[in-house]
């Protein structure tokens, strides 16, 4: 039986829902453009006023946010309210450049913690769970909003942060943690220290993991699933919009329901802007129409994936946005042809190696070059020494098949690659440092 958090708001109709995002668009865009003149001049150079928004289907009257305008705005460019009202700010981690800040009121900080708390529920904790919060503490909202999240459950809530892993799995054995929360890559980390440690998912009263701020694949959620005895969830959301929380996984563990009361999205093509339907691969957009601090209007998040409408399984009528599987800019163009990090980690998982790699591209001679060195676990190290080569050549042509170019393999020995502790960088781009 499904749980929820806000079964009202959670499996509301679509007519209901329709409703109240347009009511709370009106507001929304009317806060805006009386107290933010950077947007209020957008509108005006575009010609819109905010007596045009009336309802959803207004929404493409509006102009685009992008990271660009947040950079240029920075810091109070975008701020809505006076600072005397923010109680807390925040930041991007910084993944692709300069760090965007974002302020919240008290009231923004509620709903962001609603959110997290409808993520929790969904990934079956309450009252009686132990949430062993692992993802960083500070300016990058993993740590504060799944730690907010939690107390709204009840949860009991250890406030770990991210690093010091022995320390983790020791916490997570003596107070019998039941949800971990933190990056898959760290999840994969942790599990992979407790396999090292003599220890087996029968020592640990684990039962979920609440995963996101990164790209995973499935089959790393099925590795992770198995190296800790769970069910993995993932979670969705960005700094701009408030953090984790805009998006989690129900026990169907397919797509995450965007909490739709808080948040529009929109699909659009990356080159022309156009609204593309449901079911459409192409940039996610967000409004979000009750923030009071920092509220954007068309922001685009550069997240490539799709929404799907309906009934879900689970009972929950929120629109479902599919993994996201890199950034618009994060597709990489070797040799002409479109590659993402997760093809090439979904081949090494699927090959049985652990999400321990790095991808490397280069530009030699004019040709663009694509080198992947994968760890190998104790057991294939001792085993493929011999015949290393022949490994790395099969492995390869497995990468081949997928991707429509021939990568070089570089096997190499267990505990070479670093791990992550946070959001993991799992790609090098030489090209970009030359250009
Ligand atoms: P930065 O953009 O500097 O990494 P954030 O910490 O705000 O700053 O990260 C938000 C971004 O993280 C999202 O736009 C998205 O690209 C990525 N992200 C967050 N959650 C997920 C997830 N569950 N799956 C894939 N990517 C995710
Ligand atoms: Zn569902």
Redesign the pocket.
């Known amino acids: 039986m499904a749980k929820f958090w806000r079964e009202d708001i959670e499996t509301m109709s679509s007519e209901d829902m329709r409703a109240l995002q347009s009511e709370r668009l009106r507001k929304q865009v009317r806060h805006v453009y009386d107290n933010v003149p950077y947007y209020r001049n957008m509108m005006d150079n575009k010609g819109v006023a905010p007596d045009d928004i009336q309802s959803v289907d207004d929404l493409k009257k509006l102009p685009f946010l992008s990271?660009a305008d947040l950079r240029e705005a920075y810091p109070y460019g975008l701020l809505a309210v006076p600072l005397t009202d923010c109680v807390r700010i925040h930041s991007?981690?910084?993944?692709?450049?300069k760090?965007?800040v974002a302020f919240y009121t008290q009231h923004d900080v509620d709903l962001w913690e609603d959110c997290c708390a409808r993520a929790i529920t969904a990934a079956g904790g309450g009252a009686d769970d132990v949430v062993q919060v692992a993802y960083g503490y500070g300016l990058?909202?993993?740590g504060a909003g799944l730690h907010g999240g939690s107390h709204k459950v009840g949860s009991l809530t250890l406030p770990m942060s991210s690093g010091n892993t022995e320390r983790q799995i020791q916490f997570i054995q003596d107070l019998g943690a039941t949800v971990l929360c933190c990056t898959?890559s760290y999840a994969a980390y942790i599990g992979e220290t407790i396999h090292d440690m003599g220890l087996s998912p029968d020592d640990l009263q684990l039962k979920a993991g609440i995963?996101?701020?990164?790209?995973?694949t499935e089959e790393m959620r099925r590795s992770i699933e198995k190296s800790l005895g769970i069910k993995a969830y993932?979670?969705?959301?960005?700094?701009?919009i408030s953090?984790?929380g805009v998006?989690f996984e129900c026990c169907e563990q397919k797509g995450?329901h965007i909490n739709e009361d808080h948040f529009i999205a929109e699909i659009i093509d990356p080159e022309t802007g156009e609204v593309l339907p449901d079911g459409t691969v192409g940039e996610l957009v967000f409004t979000s129409i009750t923030k009071e601090a920092f509220p954007l209007l068309r922001y685009r998040?550069?997240?490539l994936c799709v929404l799907t409408r309906g009934k879900c399984a689970c009972g929950r009528t929120l629109v479902k946005m599919a993994?996201?599987?890199?950034?618009s800019d994060?597709m990489m163009i070797i040799r002409g042809v479109n590659v993402f990090q997760s093809q090439i980690e979904t081949v090494l998982i699927e090959q049985g190696y652990s999400p321990n790699y790095l991808i490397e591209v280069d530009r030699v001679n004019n040709t663009d070059t694509l080198d992947i060195s994968v760890e190998m676990t104790a057991e294939q190290f001792s085993d493929k020494m011999k015949d290393l080569q022949d490994t790395e050549r099969e492995l390869a042509s497995a990468i081949t098949a997928m991707l429509g170019i021939r990568p070089k393999v570089h096997l190499v020995s267990p505990k070479t690659i670093a791990r992550s502790e946070g959001?993991a960088v799992r790609v090098i781009d030489r090209r970009k440092l030359h250009d």
């Open positions: 990271k991007t981690s910084g993944t692709t450049g760090r965007v990058f909202t993993g898959p995963f996101g701020a990164e790209p995973w993932d979670i969705y959301g960005l700094t701009e953090g984790p998006a995450m998040t550069r997240d993994k996201p599987m890199g950034r994060d959001k």
